[in-house]
T-cell receptor
Framework: ETGVTQTPRHLVMGMTNKKSLKCEQH?????MYWYKQSAKKPLELMFV???????ENNSVPSRFSPECPNSSHLFLHLHTLQPEDSALYLC??????????????FGSGTRLTVV | GQNIDQPTEMTATEGAIVQINCTYQ??????LFWYQQHAGEAPTFLSY??LDGLEEKGRFSSFLSRSKGYSYLLLKELQMKDSASYLC??????????WGAGTKLIIKP
């Protein structure tokens, strides 16, 4: 167990569906992240929450909507997605403004397929 | 722009040594990370370099030269379980992580 848990592990959804990805961290970290990982491409940062406030939104389409109700939970709400949104979505956490030597702890990801 | 370059794929033999290179061009530098990612699993932290030189951790070592914008990950006594993707990431002046596309390492018996 990594300390960062993501559900579901796999998701197939139609372009008109609405679904949510969930992330939970048990490490006491104060920053959480959503990344998109596509084959043979670098990890793309989507959203950053630090101390439960969104501090980064890298020009992500509005069909992706994040929510961070507390420091341990992070959601990514999905609606009217496109086939090119099919990818592995990774959640990560870290301790901001503290020891920066250990980078991020990642969840196992949600493999999303949009049909 | 910011850029991290690493080879797409490498092949090595069980028991051998392999070196995975990473070159970077970023706006500032606040440390370099290596992560390991097995297929279908989470990336896991391997090493962190912020000063020039070699950091050794068991079979894995990581080297950094800030003046050259260069790092490598050295894996010794390769085992089949080392087959994975290895991701290089640099923390820039804004403390953002800039990622390479990863190197897929294939270990053959």
């Amino acid at each position: 167990e990594t300390g960062v848990t993501q559900t579901p592990r796999h998701l197939v959804m139609g372009m008109t569906n609405k679904k949510s990805l969930k992330c939970e961290q048990h490490l006491g970290h104060n920053a959480m992240y959503w990344y998109k990982q596509s084959a043979k491409k670098p990890l793309e940062l989507m959203f950053v929450y630090s101390l439960e406030e969104r501090v980064e939104n890298n020009s992500v389409p509005s069909r992706f909507s994040p929510e961070c109700p507390n420091s341990s939970h992070l959601f990514l709400h999905l609606h009217t997605l496109q086939p090119e949104d099919s990818a592995l979505y990774l959640c990560a956490s870290s301790q901001e403004y503290g020891d920066r030597d250990y980078g991020y702890t990642f969840g196992s990801g949600t493999r999303l397929t949009v049909v | 722009g910011q850029n991290i370059d690493q080879p797409t794929e490498m092949t090595a033999t069980e028991g051998a040594i392999v070196q995975i290179n990473c070159t970077y061009q970023t706006s500032g530098f606040n440390g370099l990370f290596w992560y390991q990612q097995h297929a279908g699993e989470a990336p896991t932290f391997l090493s962190y370099n912020v000063l020039d030189g070699l950091e050794e951790k068991g079979r894995f070592s990581s080297f950094l030269s800030r003046s050259k914008g260069y790092s490598y990950l050295l894996l010794k006594e390769l085992q089949m379980k080392d087959s994975a993707s290895y991701l290089c990431a640099v923390r820039d002046s804004n403390y953002q992580l800039i990622w390479g596309a990863g190197t897929k390492l294939i270990i053959k018996p």
